[in-house]
């Protein structure tokens, strides 16, 4: 009687432990990045969820000139942010670079709404790398806009790229909500 109690026990050992190992294949299938762009932290705490949520490679974007207050000033003209976002083909450079942008399949990329679409430092990321045969899934914090016409933007200057037309989500977004949404691509 104790050997087939043991010999059950051991059985249903296995079984769990193969449930969590099939499960735990299943989230690492595909390989995803987590690029983002942030001014003043709020779409970096959302990257960082993202990348938790899916187990992905967390990179931010830095631009190789910090923007300061007086660069962010959306309520002038002349301010860094403005001149840039009002000239399509402004592309700030970007301080380093993705180590290996081909070991990808998914890449989210991540954004502050500026002037209603991607700041122009995504544009200068969407052309800075080979995206074939990967998916691009934009998103983005903002103060109340959507992201707007955003992906369709970056999806003219990666064309080789599947970019997505990507979400909105607010500082407080969780964990699981960011889960639920990744879960059909994942
Ligand atoms: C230059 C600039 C332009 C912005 N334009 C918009 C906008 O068009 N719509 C909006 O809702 N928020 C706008 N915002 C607010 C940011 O999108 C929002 O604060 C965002 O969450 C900041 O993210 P970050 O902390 O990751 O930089 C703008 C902010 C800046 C600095």
């Known amino acids: 009687m104790q050997k087939i109690l043991s010999l059950l026990l051991m059985s249903l050992i296995f079984l769990i432990s193969f449930n969590v190992k099939a499960e735990e294949n299943n989230m690492t299938a595909k390989k995803v990045l987590v690029a983002y762009f942030s001014a003043t932290g709020t779409t970096a705490g959302v990257a960082e969820k993202l990348a938790t949520a899916t187990g992905g ?75 074939s045969g990967k998916t691009v899934i934009p998103f983005a914090t903002s103060g109340g806009s959507d992201i707007g016409d955003s ?34 691509w994942l």
């Open 151 to 184: 992906g369709k933007i970056m999806q003219s200057l990666a064309p080789q790229a599947k970019v997505l037309n990507g979400k909105k989500f607010s500082s407080g977004v969780s964990e699981n909500e960011l889960k639920k949404w990744v879960a059909e």
């Open 57 to 131: 490679d967390l990179f931010e974007i830095k631009p190789e000139q910090p923007y300061t207050d007086a660069d962010l000033n959306w309520h002038s003209k002349q301010s860094r942010s403005s001149v840039e976002m009002a000239d399509k083909s402004s592309r700030p450079a970007i301080k380093g670079k993705v180590a290996d942008m081909n070991k990808y399949d998914v890449i989210f990329v991540g954004f502050p709404i500026w002037w209603y679409r991607e700041p122009s430092i995504i544009d200068t990321f969407m052309e800075s790398y080979d995206f």
